[in-house]
C-alpha cells in the first residue's frame, strides 16, 4: 500500500529534521539509539492516514523505547513533533471511537514508559503533563477539523440534493408549460377549423 506524496514528503521531512537533530545537538545522547528510533517513527508516518492507528502505537512505542535506551526525555524534539502529527492524524481520520481509544492507549502507554525508567533524573510529572497537553492539543484540533470537513461535506451533499430538486422541477414546470400551449394551439387549430369549415 503505497503512501500518499504529501505524507510521504512529511515523514522524510521529519526524518532529515531527526538526523539533524541528533548530529548538532550535543545533548542527545547516546547518538546510536535517537537514530535507530527516530527514523522508523518518522518514516510511519507516511502512512498516517490510511493506517492512523497503527501509526500512532509505532510512533508511541518508539518513543518509549528511545526513552528506554537512554536518551533523555527533554532533548529530541522529533519524537514529540511525531506523536503530536500521529495524534493529530488519528483524530481526523478515525471514528470517534477509534479515536478516543488511540489517544488513551498513547498516553497509557507513555505513562508506562516514563514509569519504567523513572530511573533517569530528567524524567518528571511535568514531562509526561507536556506531552500529553501537546498531543491533548493536537487531537482536539484533529477532531475539531474532522467535524468541519464532515459538516462541509453534508453541506455540500444538501447543495447537491437540491440542485437536483430544482432541476427536476424546472423540467416539470417545462413539461406543463408545453402541455398547456399544446392544449391552446390544439384548440385554436379546432375553432379555426371549425369556422372555415362555416365558412
Known amino acids: 500500500m503505497k503512501p500518499p506524496r504529501n505524507d510521504l514528503l512529511l515523514a522524510l521531512g521529519v ?4 538526523g539533524l537533530e541528533v548530529g548538532v ?43 528506554s535506551l537512554g536518551v533523555s526525555v527533554a532533548q529530541p524534539l522529533v519524537p ?11 483524530a481526523v481520520n478515525e471514528p470517534l471511537r477509534r479515536a478516543v481509544l488511540g489517544f488513551v492507549l498513547v498516553n497509557a502507554g507513555l505513562a508506562v514508559a516514563l514509569i519504567h525508567i523513572r530511573g533517569h533524573s530528567d ?16 487531537w482536539a484540533a484533529g477532531l475539531v477539523v474532522r467535524s468541519r470537513t464532515e459538516h462541509a461535506g453534508a453541506l455540500e451533499r444538501e447543495t447537491e440534493r437540491l440542485e437536483t430538486e430544482r432541476a427536476v422541477a424546472v423540467a416539470e414546470e417545462r413539461a406543463r408549460i408545453a402541455r398547456e400551449l ?17 365558412a
Open 123 to 138: 524524567i518528571t510529572v511535568g514531562s509526561f503533563a507536556f506531552g500529553t497537553i501537546i498531543c491533548g492539543g493536537a
Open 15 to 18: 526524518m532529515v529534521l531527526a
Open 80 to 90: 514529540l513533533l511525531a506523536l503530536v502529527i500521529a495524534t493529530y492524524s488519528v
Open 182 to 198: 399544446h392544449d391552446v394551439i390544439a384548440h385554436s387549430v379546432s375553432v379555426m377549423v371549425v369556422q372555415a369549415e362555416a
Open 25 to 67: 545537538n550535543d545533548a542527545i545522547e547516546p547518538k546510536w539509539a535517537a537514530l535507530v528510533t527516530e527514523l522508523p517513527l518518522a518514516l510511519a508516518l507516511a502512512w498516517r492516514r490510511r493506517l492512523p492507528l497503527v501509526v500512532l502505537a509505532i510512533v508511541a512505542l518508539g518513543t518509549g523505547l528511545e526513552w
